[in-house]
């Protein structure tokens, strides 16, 4: 079938001459080389479950609580822990039984033991979808987007899909039609609400059920910083400041819109510098890190940072360089300090933001909470930096987006198990 399907496609193409587009091109082969994976692995899924009536090479299939588990949960990356754990431990204090599928094999939730927990790694990509798009449960939830657009489908045997954002950033930053064909999503706070309203009425697809619960990964972030404060006690202090560039991935980043041009005049001043890329960025901008790490490589005074957890570059950083990534607001909301950004047009193709009328909460919060750095300033970023540190009315812009993007703080956790046990209710 699928040797098929790739002779039909160069049949197609050599009798065609239209012209398509760079960014329609992509998404099309993305979405036949999609279909084609899904279905190969999806077949080699099904024949292994009908040989071994099996889901894990580690335990049993009665050791697996599928019959009494109402809610499964999926985890894409470890890096997601912060966001899970402590949803996980609310809904086992409820004794609610849960299954946790991860793509990261040394994801930290394996080392949380309990009997109402049981967790599997399902591998990556295809070979996770294949596992995902066959699950029965009552409720799915997870971080990741975009289902039921490319290789992550919804599957029959679940009776709602919920979305968890991870960011204070609206929804409409993400790719197209991301929430789309979510049943519920679980937002940071109210500002999330109008985008994905008018993404319904624009799209006519069905009307999400929204709550408001807060940011479990932020209320984690809360704890690990003091305790990374009583580390820094202890760590050398050389009365340098410390600035963090956490430039985010993609065609947006700061990497591939400044490079070296702003880069080399931050690291040749007297600072402690702390350069985290974000996860995405090993895969997606491989070559441009490699690029800087070697060029940076006999700079004393450059740190990388490309941990999981990114508390203790957050708690080190004085003041942080950035572009459009969320780890903006982790830093603003958790810590209370000043951001600086280059000045550039985030590009809204390929997301959902360029359809909405009016400007995404992001683009139009990012101002107030940053100094905004102009490129024919570059060689001025000592004295931008000095200033930015010590702005009193970024500090108080700052504490007001707080309250509009990370509501119920400290609380997220304990909000979202109990929405869960109420749906769960219902049926």
């Known amino acids: 079938m699928i040797l098929s399907v790739i002779i039909l496609f160069v049949i197609i193409q050599n009798s065609l001459f239209c012209y398509i587009d760079p960014g329609t091109g992509s998404l099309l082969f993305s979405a036949l080389f999609g ?26 299939a009665e050791s697996v609580p599928s019959s009494k588990s109402k809610i499964i949960i999926y985890g894409e990356d470890k890096r997601y822990y ?3 754990k402590p949803i996980i431990e609310e809904l086992i204090n409820l004794e609610i039984p849960i299954i946790y599928y991860s793509s990261s094999e040394d994801d930290p939730i394996f080392e949380i033991k309990n009997d109402l927990l049981y967790s599997e790694f399902i591998g990556t990509g295809n070979k996770a979808y294949a ?15 975009n289902l039921d657009v490319f290789q992550l489908k919804r599957s029959k045997g679940v009776k709602k899909y919920v979305h968890i954002t991870h960011s204070s950033a609206e929804t409409s930053t993400y790719c197209l039609y991301s929430l789309d064909f979510f049943d519920a999503v679980f937002l940071n706070g109210e500002h999330q609400i109008r985008d994905i309203r008018e993404l319904e009425r624009k799209r006519n697809t069905v009307v999400k059920d929204l709550y408001v619960v807060g940011n479990p990964y932020l209320d984690e972030l809360a704890k690990r910083k003091e305790i990374e ?8 202090n050389n009365d340098k400041r410390t600035v963090l560039i956490a430039p985010s991935w993609g065609m947006n980043c700061l990497f591939r819109r400044f490079g070296e041009k702003l880069i080399d005049n931050i690291v040749d001043l007297n600072y402690n510098i702390i350069i985290r890329p974000h996860p995405q960025s090993l895969i997606s901008d491989k070559e441009i890190i490699e690029k800087f790490e070697k060029r940076y490589k006999d700079k004393n005074n450059v740190k990388w940072d490309f941990n999981s957890v990114n508390i203790s570059s957050l708690s080190r950083a004085d003041i942080m360089i950035s572009d459009f990534s969320g780890v903006i607001f982790d830093y603003a909301f958790i810590f209370g300090k000043p951001v ?3 000045s550039f047009t985030f590009d809204k193709r390929g997301t959902d933001a360029i359809e909405i009328d009016e ?13 905004k750095l102009d490129e024919n300033n ?11 540190i010590n702005n009193e009315i970024l500090k108080n812009n700052i504490l007001k987006a707080k309250e509009e993007a990370y509501m119920y703080e400290g609380q997220a956790s304990k909000r979202a198990a109990l929405v869960l046990k109420n749906m769960l209710n219902e049926f």
């Open 82 to 84: 912060n966001v899970f």
């Open 340 to 342: 600086i950004i280059p």
């Open 359 to 371: 400007e995404v909460w992001t683009f139009e919060t990012l101002p107030k909470i940053s100094f």
């Open 378 to 388: 570059f060689s001025n970023i000592a004295n931008i930096i000095e200033d930015s």
């Open 35 to 60: 279909i084609i994976g899904t279905l190969f692995f999806l077949s080699k899924a099904l024949i292994i479950k009908l040989k071994t009536f099996s889901f894990s090479k580690n335990k049993s």
């Open 229 to 236: 404060e009583i580390k820094n006690k202890f760590r050398k």
């Open 131 to 145: 596992k995902l798009n066959f699950i029965e449960t009552d409720i799915c939830l997870m971080t990741t987007p």
